[in-house]
């Protein structure tokens, strides 16, 4: 079974308009952080957003905020007021287990196209 | 900082050619790690080190090679280059989590497109 499922291939949406990437998981561990990426056309992986398994609140940075439902294993990336730049690949991830553990499951992504 | 370098960013080879891809990072982190980009399916784990002289096995470490000798660099070898390594190579590191609190992000370098011919 796949641990990071992306289901939407790609996506177009208006320029200012929000926007919400979808993402589920699948671990049985109680401790896992879960991670989104931008990979813009010139390559580069720019890390969003964190979200840790023991959080209580939703993470926000700027512009991006997390949706976590842990119990529905999703983890979808909003953001808010999209902007041509925000055009990218976007990949979620995911930490899974005990401290020291840091290897990252990516999911297949998302083309984002924002239209003017 | 110049945060995580890797060198180089092209490169062509032959099959059956060795060589090596080159990661550095001067943030004092634990982790470091490499991956592997190919079309729709996303990034898959190669190696990974969580300090100096302690490497392990990713999803995908047929055909490549680590070590881990400083705190800062964490090459990745190509012993037999074949076409289905044609790829772009990410290396990323991070402060080890539990070590460091609240500090989650790894940090890719740039990235190294790799075409075996």
């Known amino acids: 079974a796949q641990k990071i499922t992306q289901t939407q291939p790609g996506m177009f949406v208006q320029e200012k308009e929000a926007v919400t990437l979808d993402c589920t998981y699948d671990?049985?561990?109680?401790?896992?952080?879960l991670f989104w990426y931008k990979q813009p056309s010139s390559g580069e992986m720019i890390f969003l957003i964190y979200?840790?398994?023991?959080?209580?609140q939703n993470a926000t940075e700027g512009r991006y905020s997390l949706n976590f439902q842990k119990a529905r294993k999703s983890a979808n990336l909003v953001i808010s007021a999209s902007q041509l730049g925000d055009s990218a690949m976007y990949f979620c991830?995911?930490?899974?287990?005990?401290?020291?553990?840091?290897?990252?499951?990516f999911g297949t992504g998302t083309r984002l196209t924002i239209i003017p | 900082n110049a945060g995580v370098t890797q060198t180089p960013k092209f490169q062509v080879l032959k099959t059956g050619q060795s060589m090596t891809l080159q990661c550095a990072q001067d943030?004092?982190?634990?982790?470091m790690s490499w991956y592997r980009q190919d079309p729709g399916m996303g990034l898959r784990l190669i190696h990974y080190?969580?300090?100096?002289?302690?490497?392990d096995q990713g999803e995908v470490p047929n055909g490549y090679n680590v070590s881990r000798s400083t705190t800062e660099d964490f090459p990745l070898r190509l012993l037999s280059a074949a076409p289905s390594q044609t790829s772009v190579y990410f290396c990323?590191?991070?402060?080890?989590?539990?070590?460091?609190?609240?500090?989650?992000?790894?940090?890719f370098g740039p990235g190294t497109r790799l075409t075996v011919l």
């Open positions: 990323a590191s991070s402060y080890s989590y539990g070590r460091t609190p609240g500090v989650h992000t790894q940090y």
């Open positions: 671990t049985s561990d109680q401790s896992y952080g």
């Open positions: 979200q840790g398994s023991y959080d209580e």
């Open positions: 991830a995911m930490r899974e287990g005990p401290f020291g553990n840091e290897k990252l499951t």
């Open positions: 943030m004092n982190h634990e982790y």
């Open positions: 080190s969580v300090g100096a002289g302690i490497t």
